[in-house]
């Protein structure tokens, strides 16, 4: 059924009255959807286009920029009804990388976590010195580090907003009260959640009185959210980082009965979204030449994105055709080569670019041709399963490589509006439901245990990416807008959740794109395939056997697995010769494509 409600009353939004008359906020259908792998058409607009992974908060961003919004705008509107509809994955509890281009400028807008103030390198360390197990950091309060998400987002709509801020939360708070279907992936998830239970309110909002899961289709009312969002929306970020939303964030944080954090009200009430430079490096495929921009550091994505993309370009790789519409072994043997490469310098060099220095005084450095023409040459005919990382700067580094660790979450949003925006925003609470703490409606992130649990190496060597008072966590989100290099025109938005993996989930989707002209829908659909400088690892029963066997015959260790992306993309195409926007989401997840 389709309820039609005007704007909010005034005692629910004190800016109701600046909102545009011709904005109405109408509750979407909301069928049950599927979880697993669901194929999708693909889509195609002419004015503007919104992907994100729920079909409610894509249609949150739709009625947005129908109304007049910007990309800006919309993303707004996303980001707070993801809040409440896929809340094991992002939310106002978390942090999110920003990219956005107005036509002639790309800037990066970074709302990623801090740790708190009064937070050292040995957070993460046990009584005897030694790292904890992953989930004994993650559960509780100790890993939630300052959400950054709402205060990044106030920043940018000051810039680049076209409708009042408080106009953006309607559907939120809209779904938030009268209540939304409880989706597949969602059941699915808290089904097989081992540690949410253990805080009673997160228990009492996502199971019954029998401790099961809601049921698909369950309609889930969060009046407690309402409330938040309705503050958010009259004060701003000060809504959730000052007063009483402040105080019970720090409270849940502070007073955990096992493991207890060091955030403070401080810490919250001083947050700064940062402004920075986007990494943007060239890139010829197809006889074309292109911009491709990425977020910075703290940002692992874009630097790996990157150098897979530029060592695969010496190493030839273009020359090697699809085997049945699919990469075959002499291409994903190059792939996961530049991977091992790529994930070799991403372990020794980066971190918050505010505690670390970059190689030869630029992150550059990274990208340059010269150097990755280097990496590209260590690829012989067998496997290195390990590789070293370069020198890429004159100057040597003293921090030691970062051990293996999980990385989780997230989502994902492109977007593009009818005045020229543009965007493409990568948002997560970090681990699936974060740290496991609800507080007034929302959860928190984990995102403390991005960093380095170890400090140092066996010989005393620091880490980059260890614990530091107010630093940012190294990430590997990888929010990426594509630029034709002549003319400057956008030809593409995209990324994905998938921790660590976001990378080649990432880069695969560009190649597919950039490389073999795909549209976003089939390049997204192309089977996921990765090396974290280990084994190579391919999405399960999606290669042939041959396939899979030629590249052990190479010396590679590898891996079948479920590799569960949650690819957005949007491309300039054509269509019998009038210009559109080409739209894709992921069979993997729940998203969808809107636009007119």
Not at 156 to 180: N, S, V
Not at 254 to 268: E, F, I, R, V
Request: net charge neutral; hydrophobic share 40%.
């Amino acid at each position: 059924m389709r309820t039609a409600l005007t704007c909010l009353a005034a005692a629910l939004l004190t800016a109701c009255a600046s909102a545009p008359s011709n904005f109405t906020y109408t509750v979407p259908l909301q069928p049950e959807g599927s979880s697993g792998y669901t194929e999708k058409p693909g889509w195609a607009t002419t004015k503007f286009a919104v992907a994100a992974a729920n079909p409610l908060a894509t249609d949150a961003g739709y009625q947005i920029l129908k109304a007049g919004g910007s990309a800006i705008d919309a993303a707004i509107a996303v980001q707070m009804v993801l809040t409440l509809v896929e809340p094991q994955s992002s939310g106002i509890g978390g942090g999110a990388f920003l990219l956005h281009h107005d036509g002639k400028n790309v800037e990066a807008f970074d709302g990623r976590e801090t740790a708190p103030a009064a937070a050292d390198e040995k957070l993460f360390l046990k009584a005897d010195g030694k790292p904890m197990a992953f989930y004994e950091g993650v559960v509780g309060g100790r890993s939630v580090g300052t959400p950054g998400t709402v205060r990044m987002l106030e920043m940018a709509h000051k810039q680049h907003g076209k409708l009042p801020w408080a106009t953006l939360f309607q559907p939120a708070i809209t779904l938030a009260e009268g209540g939304f279907k409880v989706s597949a992936r969602l059941n699915t998830l808290l089904k097989s959640e081992q540690h949410l239970k253990k805080d009673p309110v997160a228990a009492a909002y996502f199971y019954n009185a029998q401790g099961e899961a809601w049921p698909v289709g369950y309609t889930l009312k969060n009046p407690e959210l309402a409330q938040v969002l309705r503050k958010i929306a009259a004060q701003g970020s000060r809504g959730l980082l000052e007063g009483d939303v402040a105080q019970a964030i720090v409270d849940k944080v502070q007073k955990h009965p096992a493991n207890p954090g060091q955030l403070s009200l401080a810490d919250l009430a001083g947050y700064q979204p940062k402004k920075r430079a986007p990494i943007c490096h060239d890139y010829k495929a197809q006889g074309k030449d292109f911009r491709i921009c990425g977020f910075p550091p703290p940002s692992s994505g874009a630097i790996a994105v990157g150098q897979i993309l530029g060592i695969l370009n010496h190493a030839y790789a273009g020359a090697i055709p699809l085997e049945n519409g699919l990469p075959g072994a002499n291409w994903l043997h190059l792939y996961t080569e530049a991977s091992r490469l790529a994930f070799a310098d991403r372990a020794q060099y980066l971190g918050d670019p505010d505690f670390v220095q970059p190689p030869g005084g630029s992150w550059m450095s990274l990208l340059d041709d010269k150097y990755l023409a280097e990496r590209a040459r260590l690829i012989g005919p067998q496997s290195m399963k390990t590789a070293t990382p370069g020198n890429p700067g004159a100057v040597r580094t003293s921090h030691a490589p970062m051990p293996d660790q999980p990385e989780y979450g997230t989502s994902h949003i492109s977007i593009v509006d009818a005045h020229g925006n543009a965007l493409a925003m990568t948002t997560t609470i970090e681990d699936v439901f974060g740290a496991r703490q609800m507080v007034k409606g929302f959860l928190l992130n984990n995102e403390l245990t991005d960093f380095s649990f170890a400090p140092a190496d066996a010989q005393g060597k620091p880490i980059a990416n260890r614990v530091q008072a107010g630093k940012r966590p190294r990430s590997s989100m990888a929010p990426t807008l594509v630029f034709d290099k002549a003319t400057g025109q956008l030809v593409m938005s995209g990324g994905s959740p998938g921790g660590a993996l976001i990378i080649h989930f990432t880069a695969k989707t560009l190649y597919g794109v950039l490389n073999w002209g795909m549209t976003p829908q089939q390049a997204i659909n192309l089977p996921n395939f990765a090396s974290l400088n280990g084994p190579s690892i391919l999405e399960e029963k999606r290669f042939p056997p041959a396939t899979v066997e030629a590249l052990r015959a190479r010396g590679a260790e590898v891996r079948e697995q479920a590799m569960t992306s949650g690819l957005q993309a949007i491309t300039k195409g054509n269509a019998h010769g009038t210009p559109v926007w080409l739209g894709g989401a992921d069979p993997r997840r729940e998203g969808i494509v809107m636009g007119d």
